[in-house]
């Protein structure tokens, strides 16, 4: 791992909102293609920390190293660029609702990218397909199952072509049956290299599928290291609760 | 029966009188649901712009004009503001210019206040999550507004402005008080002629009814196309 490229270098990472501090200095480097779940409590600052990494929420203080650029202190374009390189997914899904969905796929690559209206669609038909949506290129998000939406949602994302990919807690408003087919999806993804950061409350996924989880609590990392080992051999007294509580 | 006969006899008899005030109202009416759209949509992205002050001035003058009575707003503009040395000048080829501007102003200004709460409330009725996911791929926020949030604000905002301009319409017969010669103008000047108040109201209302029902309708057809058509 340690040879590998460093994709997002976390340094000291604050968040505030008013006066309720969320995170209270968090470092962490997160390597190319790797995958790395971060588990812990709710209002532990989970969700906080992975929207501080592409400016959903602006950090109070740190630094946010993104292929060497600190991040937390650019503005305007450069965000709107920086945000372009990483795909998010969110617990809710977000598709655009005013949209079908190869319109939800193409709008980005072509208006930002300059990708023609044909090739995008190309692309979006074969993403499509290995997500095994090809069939629902004409429905409006309001037509879909959560399942589907979510599928649909990571295929979006996967349309600019992003180096790191963050998830946000992507299973949380599924019904039970619909958590195997998206995790399926990551798990795919996983395989074929895609760095990505995986807020989740899966905790086989988090064990199996990444390569390292961080117990995040109280805005603090607690715990940091490879999954089998954070799993089997849990060190700090909180995490072992935690992990009694969830699994 | 006698009731309708007279009615049927003051339309047939004073029909000049109430097509010039409906005309008039119509006039009134258009203007300020045209001012009042183009001022109320300015007004709205100004009570959500980013600079504190000018959100402030937008919230001040909305609450304001929400907050006091139209036929004060009329009064102060027409009669008031003069007082000071603010008249609105007359032109000689447009008969009783100052009096319809004046109108037109105050109702404008009022409707504006109304139709840049709706905007507003259509606009943050949209989810914060498609704001959100359209900036994550990289939108910039001018971007996301047009080509994610306004379309679905749209459908938020229609139905209710529809209703506004519905309200403009029957809310336009105050401005017979600074004499301009509206339906409700006319219609006290047919009775003062004839004395008969009940039939003169009755047909002054139905006269309303019709303006309201039609325009009415005309929205929620506008509407039902607009929503269609994406």
Known sequence: MENKREILKVVDLQKKFHKLEVLKGISTTFHENEVVSIIGPSGGGKSTFLRCLNLLEQPTSGQILFDGTDICTIKGKAIDHCRQRMGMVFQQFNLFSNMDVMHNLTAAPVRIKGMSQSDAQEKALELLAKVGLADRADAYPSQLSGGQKQRIAIVRSLMMDPEVMLFDEPTSALDPEMIGEVLDVMKDLAESGMTMIVVTHEMRFAREVSSRTIFLDGGVIGEDKPSHELFSHPESPRLVTFLNKVL | ?230
């Open chain 2, 1 to 230: 029966m006698a009731f309708l006969e007279t009615m049927a006899k003051l339309i047939e008899r004073y029909n000049s009188f109430f097509t010039e005030g409906i005309v008039n109202t119509l006039i009134i009416a258009a203007f300020s649901v045209l001012f009042g759209a183009i001022l109320g949509t300015l007004m709205a992205s100004l009570r959500m712009c980013r600079i504190p002050p000018l959100r402030w001035i937008a919230v001040a003058y909305i609450e304001f004009v929400r907050g006091t009575p139209l036929m004060v707003q009329l009064m102060f503009i027409f009669y008031g503001l003069p007082m000071i040395g603010i008249t609105i000048p007359n032109i000689p080829w447009i008969p009783n210019f100052s009096r319809f501007a004046a109108g037109i102003v105050a109702m404008s200004m009022n409707s504006c206040a109304y139709v840049a709460e709706i905007i507003r409330s259509g606009i943050q009725a949209v989810d914060g999550g498609q704001m959100e996911a359209a900036r994550s791929v990289g939108f910039s926020s001018g971007e996301a507004m047009r080509l994610v949030v306004l379309p679905q604000a749209i459908r938020n905002i229609l139905p209710a402005l529809g209703n506004e301009f519905v309200t403009v319409i029957k809310e336009s017969s105050i401005v017979s008080v600074i004499g301009i010669a509206d339906l409700m103008f006319r219609t006290n000047d047919v009775i003062a002629v004839t004395y008969k108040n009940l039939e003169c109201l009755a047909v002054a209302a139905l006269c309303y009814f019709v303006l309201t029902f039609v325009s009415g309708r005309a929205v929620s057809l506008a509407e039902r196309k607009l929503s269609h058509g994406k």
